[in-house]
């Protein structure tokens, strides 16, 4: 789902979610390698102070030599963390079509009252 979201800036290699071992959910942070570091330097300017999920996002650009073998070891998912997942691909979804709605509106209105002040 996270993933799914930040492909809209560009070609998304990696994801990391960190979860808790105890409940599944979220730890509120995660990594994502992009294909071009300039792509990762743009996503990390538009992104800071973004919320998403009711969180605010801090972005910052890891460079490469802070990188380490254990950055993408992946654990395998419990169920709970499919379910949560399923539910949580449902409210993104949901969150960018609403926005894609509210975009197209202030589009349509923007258009009228240009209309209206010719």
Known sequence: QLKKFFMQF???RKCKLFRSAKT?????FAFLQFESAET???VSDAMQGYFLHDRQ???HVVPTSKHHDGMWKMRKP???MVEEAK???EKIEKNVDSAKSKEDLLR???EKQNKLNE
């Open 24 to 28: 599944g959910g979220s730890k509120g």
């Open 57 to 59: 996002l801090v972005s």
């Open 78 to 80: 419990t169920e709970e």
């Open 40 to 42: 990762a330097q743009t």
């Open 108 to 110: 349509r209105l923007t």
């Open 87 to 89: 539910k949580n691909e």
């Open 10 to 12: 560009g070609i998304v």
